[in-house]
């Protein structure tokens, strides 16, 4: 009894003395792997600084005039004399920022311009402009489903669409990527009841692959669901006037939400979701990263408007940069390396490689022969695949693009990736 | 054979292919622990296990599922 009360006074005095617990140990394993990675002689891939931006396809990097094959500026639409002119007006007569949330002070004339814009160039009722691409999913996807509702979701969605699952109440099913057969079978599966909400996109960013959208949202709306489309990575050059994958195969009317972002073909940085749908609106009174952060700047919404209206008209831009997709890919297959489709389905290339030495070995390289692309590991990517991705700009003449091929193809050697 | 005899035998059947390690199975095997599965791995062997019994494994059950016996308890639950 002596030494049982002994030990509980010993255990209280521990515990008054537990030393503060550093949250930050739970990362050694991520700075080890880092560390690792610098020891080894080669730069770090998530450390890149552009120290001056030439066009939509060049900058300065550590001194060296270096092409940009990893920018997501599908449309070369950073430098538009228009765009430029927009957002630098905007900003001498509204101010640098907005201060404010869209709900209370933080909604100026060309918010709405940019709304006004969106409709147009979708041809829909509605349209809400979020602060980032990000918060666009994460709040129509954690608003739009709520307690004992069902998300479906591909299984290779992006993060945002995942932390947007995250954020809500709902109930969350995976089904394989792409899969229109298992999307099916985990519908069947759902009670008849609930609400359910398929979450398809129409280019998967990591391989460049474009969703089977038609069959998909047939199966969805067998089973009495709604679907929304993220076609982030589309605008502009899929379908007869740039809407998407989900235009391209006809689903005009099929889609309920499509949501997507002014940081890729747009070429500022923003997001939005458009829908048909007679009580969107309200969408704007429930969702959190909607009312709970800060508007983007007048010069960010001015710039939007003015390119998006400008991209209903870009058929010039949208035929070259298929060419240049076409000739990236085309010349990649040629020298033999492993691609993330077939065909040139996006302007994304993605050159799939063995391992984590191999790709930053290489992606070292062609940083060193002036030509900047992503590396992707695990998580972000599918399978565990270590991946060099390439985005194509409409910007990128074809001597750029013989370039690029021909320091792959010394890259590529050098690593053995290819004989 | 009881019915949860039996899927947990249908269980460990569909461990298999994922058990590199070839850990031996008991109720108490953990799959992060034990298995060392990443998320990639509980993917695709959750969808193996919906496809036999014919079921949903949501998301937010598998976040409470942590070894074997658990997931025979969850679908001993599902199939009932």
Redesign the interface.
């Known amino acids: 009894m002596t030494d049982g009360l002994a030990t509980s006074t010993a255990r209280a005095a521990d515990a008054a003395a537990a030393p503060p617990r550093d949250l930050m140990a739970k990362f050694d394993g991520l700075i080890a792997e880092r560390q690792a990675l610098a020891d080894s002689g080669v730069r770090n891939p998530f450390t890149i600084v552009m120290d001056e931006v030439l066009s939509p396809t060049e900058a300065m990097i550590q001194g060296k005039r270096t092409i940009l094959l990893g920018t997501y500026n599908y449309m070369g639409m950073t430098f538009d004399p228009d765009v430029i002119a927009a957002g630098k007006r905007a900003l001498e007569e509204f101010g640098s920022g907005t201060n404010g949330s869209r709900m209370l002070n933080g909604t100026f004339r060309d918010h709405v311009a940019a709304e006004q814009a969106l409709r147009d160039f979708y041809g829909m009722a509605g349209a809400i402009v979020f602060s980032t691409g990000y918060q666009a999913n994460l709040g129509m996807i954690s608003t739009l489903a709520g307690k004992g509702d069902?998300i479906i979701l591909d299984?290779d969605s992006h993060a945002s669409i995942y932390d947007g699952?995250a954020m809500g109440s709902a109930?969350?099913?995976?089904?394989?990527h792409n899969s229109v057969e298992?999307l099916d079978?985990?519908l069947g599966?759902?009670p008849r009841e609930p609400g359910k909400l398929v979450v398809l996109e129409g280019v998967y960013s990591m391989l460049g692959d474009i969703a089977p959208l038609k069959e998909m949202v047939a199966v969805a709306k067998k089973h009495g669901a709604m679907v929304l489309v993220d076609e982030a990575h589309s605008m502009g050059f899929f379908g007869p006037n740039g809407r998407g994958v989900y235009e391209e195969q006809g689903l005009t009317d099929q889609v309920d939400f499509v949501v997507g972002t002014f940081s890729k073909s747009v070429g500022t940085v923003g997001g939005f979701c458009v829908s048909n749908h007679p009580k969107f609106d309200a969408v704007r009174l429930a969702c959190r990263p909607y009312i709970f952060t800060a508007s983007l700047p007048p010069s960010v919404v001015a710039t939007a408007a003015t390119s998006i209206a400008k991209l209903m008209h870009a058929h010039e831009k949208r035929e070259r940069l298929w060419n240049n997709a076409r000739q990236l890919h085309g010349g990649l297959k040629r020298l033999g390396f492993a691609l993330g489709t077939e065909t040139p389905e996006s302007a994304i290339v993605a050159v799939i490689l063995p391992s984590q030495e191999a790709a930053i070995g290489m992606w070292q390289a062609m940083l060193e022969a002036g030509v900047y692309v992503n590396m992707a590991r695990?998580?972000a990517t599918?399978?565990?695949t270590f991946l060099l991705r390439c985005s194509l700009c409409a910007e990128h003449t074809p001597a750029q693009l013989d370039s690029v091929l021909e320091s792959f193809a010394q890259a590529g050697r050098a690593v053995g990736a290819i004989s | 054979m009881s019915d949860r005899a039996q899927i947990e035998e249908t269980v460990h059947r569909l461990i298999e292919p994922f058990n590199r390690k070839g850990v031996a199975l008991t109720a108490a095997t953990s799959f992060a622990g034990d298995l060392e599965w990443d998320s990639l791995t509980v993917m695709d062997f959750v969808a193996a296990i919906e496809d036999e019994f014919d079921i949903i494994i949501t998301m937010n059950m598998q976040a409470e599922i942590e070894t074997v016996g658990q997931l025979v308890d969850a679908v001993v639950k599902l199939k009932g």
């Not at chain 1, 109930?171 to 394989?176: A, D, H, I, L, S």
């Open positions: 069902y299984a699952c109930e969350v099913v995976r089904f394989r298992d079978k985990r599966r759902l695990p998580p599918p399978s565990g």
